[in-house]
């Protein structure tokens, strides 16, 4: 059987969110160097997750449960490794002294592990989502996305809060249409999309005696927000804003194959590795360092450098080898994230 021809848009787009991804995890102990360091990060954080999330459940239109088993197939594409990276992230905090004592608990996911258990979570829900239009999906999503945050008793744990913060980024993903991101390829204007980021960089300049665990979605409204009954006007704001940003990033990705396209393909393991690398850094004390630019341009290239080398083909097939032959993928000649 012939291989599916791989979009290289989204794989354009998945390398440049992920070095987004580690440039802000890198950012995050120099944010209080300065202002717009603080604004930069927060900028960043407004939009590439849901743009990640939006992508996966683009991919997820092949969703059939009459074809094949989703949620035991889910189970090992998400679950499996999610168990594996809690007991090597939880190993390594003990060997880098952040730790006293080892812990191994499945319930609070380490760090940035929470999207392996959310992306089990959305491709289940797709058993309901395939069920119902586009009409009826989205605007369901949205509120759940926004009554979530007042139910205090929905938190960390199995990352519940999150999930369902972030759900309509997916759901709308699955929706989307093809042909309209054919379309929005080949709009003429489109790059005019890019001045966005400069209102939302305003706009987190501007709100910036806000909580910035608004972006994060992790936690209820009461956690963060002094009057937690607006919480859903917050949570509206920030979804606008992680809209518009996704189509600020979306109009400046290459549609055709560039040197860094093949590297798309390996993202999910490059998400999954890169934390060993930042909470490493982050053993020293940084907060008190002073960036300046030179350091700024310097963690920049550290993030690209880091990237492409996490994201590279031979870690990439040396990962799906573990995966094979550790992770329980034995029948499998590729990654099982290589849609993701």
Known sequence: MATKKRDPYFDNAKFLLMILVVFGHMMQPFIENAQWNHDLYFTIFSFHMPAFIFISGFFAKSFDPQKRAPIATSFQKFIVPYIFFQWTYSLFYRLAGTEEHFTFQLDVP???LWFLIS???WQVSLYFFQKVPAKVG???????SLLVGYT???G???TLQRTAVFLPFFVIGYYLPKDFVERFKNFKYKKLFAVVFVII???VNYLNEVNKYMFFGSKPYENFLNFPEWGFLVRIVTFMLAIIGMLAFFSLVPTRETRYTKEGKYTLIAYLLHGFFIRGMRVFDLEDVQLGIPGFIALALASILLTTVLASEPVGQTYNKIERYFLGNRKKNSPSYNNL
């Open 201 to 203: 960089y305003a706009l």
């Open 110 to 112: 380490n760090w940035s």
């Open 138 to 144: 989205i605007p369901l999503s949205l509120l759940g």
């Open 119 to 121: 992306s089990f979570f």
């Open 152 to 154: 205090p008793f929905i």
């Open 156 to 158: 960390q744990e199995l």
